[in-house]
T-cell receptor
Framework: GAGVSQTPSNKVTEKGKYVELRCDPI?????LYWYRQSLGQGPEFLIY????????DSGLPNDRFFAVRPEGSVSTLKIQRTERGDSAVYLC???????????FGPGTRLTVL | KQEVTQIPAALSVPEGENLVLNCSFT??????LQWFRQDPGKGLTSLLL?????REQTSGRLNASLDKSSGRSTLYIAASQPGDSATYLC??????????FGTGTRLTVIP
């Protein structure tokens, strides 16, 4: 079956712009996660959804970052007033439910010029 | 906050060798531990998941062990092949339902 998909695969934007990153989880997975991976580092947790609600958003670095999952499937990570330090690979993962194996998408590479 | 450390940061071995990758974590109150593989420019592929109540898991040439009380896990790769070259990441799942990752071990298997 289809895995986790993310679009776009690459996004280049200018400092101060707004960006949206999309994640399509595996069908039937109730849990969805966003992580951010900087060069040479392991992924760092941003936010976790169980169904439509954000069960844990403690990893979001500041209020410029926001994520939604309105119908409990597709999720969008939104970044306002982008900064050069936001440049990273943004990874999405889903699992059947919390504490199960997480399956990762290929990521979106965000570059802020 | 959980801290996960992986040693070594990089490793080169000749094809056919057996090897061990190490992972340590500071908070033993974990639900499970996962080992992932990441190829350059790609996402993560789950290799093995060990529940907190388990001691080891095996898949093909891979064997992962978990010693929760000492905060350690190892990934053993038997008869390494050039196709095993990748970065290997370990991650622990805590009660918060998010994964804490190490920085990875970059493995190169030389033909």
């Amino acid at each position: 079956g289809a895995g986790v998909s993310q679009t776009p695969s690459n996004k280049v934007t200018e400092k101060g712009k707004y960006v949206e990153l999309r994640c399509d989880p595996i069908s039937g997975h109730t849990a969805l996660y966003w992580y951010r991976q900087s060069l040479g580092q392991g992924p760092e947790f941003l936010i976790y959804f169980q169904g439509t609600g954000a069960a844990d958003d403690s990893g979001l670095p500041n209020d410029r970052f926001f994520a939604v999952r309105p119908e409990g499937s597709v999720s969008t990570l939104k970044i306002q007033r982008t900064e050069r330090g936001d440049s990273a690979v943004y990874l999405c993962a889903s699992s059947l439910k919390g504490q199960d194996t997480q399956y990762f998408g290929p990521g979106t590479r965000l570059t802020v010029l | 906050k959980q801290e996960v450390t992986q040693i070594p940061a990089a490793l080169s071995v000749p094809e056919g060798e057996n090897l061990v990758l190490n992972c340590s974590f500071t908070d033993s109150a974990i639900y499970n531990l996962q080992w992932f593989r990441q190829d350059p420019g790609k996402g993560l592929t789950s290799l093995l998941l060990i529940q907190s109540s388990q001691r080891e898991q095996t898949s093909g040439r891979l064997n992962a062990s978990l010693d929760k009380s000492s905060g350690r896990s190892t990934l053993y790769i038997a008869a390494s092949q050039p196709g095993d070259s990748a970065t290997y990441l370990c991650a622990t799942l805590t009660g918060a339902n998010n994964l804490f990752f190490g920085t990875g071990t970059r493995l190169t298997v030389i033909p």
